[in-house]
């Protein structure tokens, strides 16, 4: 019985979507969401103005804290918003990701997320964790 899973989540429809399926699939299970906010570079869209902030770990927090509500949200859909824990990380999303699954059990990630252009530069992150992972991986379209 699997009785940690760590979701990986960025505010795209994707992500929400593996949410749910964790939600659902491991009913017993604690979950943690975790929001990985990029270090600051030129190509950060709208997250840009957090590199200009006094305290930039804090700003980033305050940019990850719309993803955290939206996931007791839709865990409080299902009863289960007590189940769930939040973890953030500054940095590369795939590095994260895979450094902080060894302390899970599974990991649920959505198939794609954000906008066709941060894809595109990004490249595809579920496909780089399913390759790298150290605990298995369930991709969620």
Same mark, same amino acid.
Do not use: C
């Given at each position: 019985?699997?009785?940690? =899973? %760590?979701? @990986?989540?960025?505010?795209? $429809?994707?992500? &929400?979507?593996? %949410? &749910?399926?964790? %939600? $659902? /699939?491991? @009913?017993?299970?604690?979950?943690?969401?975790?929001? =990985?906010?990029? &270090? @600051?570079?030129?190509?950060?869209?709208? /997250?840009?103005?957090?590199? +200009?902030?006094?305290? #930039?770990?804090?700003?980033?927090?305050e940019h990850a804290q719309p993803t955290f509500?939206? /996931?007791?949200? +839709? /865990?409080? &859909?299902?009863?289960?918003?007590?189940?769930? $824990?939040?973890? #953030? $990380?500054?940095?590369? @999303?795939?590095?994260?990701?895979?450094?902080?699954?060894?302390?899970?059990?599974? !990991?649920?990630?959505?198939?794609?997320?954000?906008?066709?252009?941060?894809? %595109? #530069?990004?490249?595809?992150?579920?496909?780089? !964790? !399913?390759r790298r992972s150290p605990v298995p991986v369930?991709?969620?379209?």
């Amino acid at each position: 019985m699997i009785s940690r =899973v %760590l979701v @990986p989540m960025d505010g795209s $429809e994707m992500s &929400e979507h593996a %949410l &749910e399926y964790a %939600l $659902e /699939a491991y @009913p017993e299970a604690a979950i943690t969401i975790l929001s =990985v906010v990029g &270090e @600051p570079s030129s190509m950060w869209g709208s /997250a840009t103005g957090i590199a +200009l902030a006094d305290d #930039f770990e804090q700003a980033a927090r305050e940019h990850a804290q719309p993803t955290f509500d939206r /996931a007791g949200e +839709l /865990a409080s &859909e299902v009863g289960r918003e007590d189940d769930l $824990e939040t973890a #953030f $990380e500054l940095g590369h @999303p795939v590095r994260a990701i895979i450094n902080r699954a060894d302390d899970y059990e599974t !990991v649920v990630i959505g198939s794609h997320g954000g906008t066709v252009a941060e894809r %595109l #530069f990004v490249g595809n992150v579920a496909e780089k !964790v !399913v390759r790298r992972s150290p605990v298995p991986v369930v991709v969620v379209r």
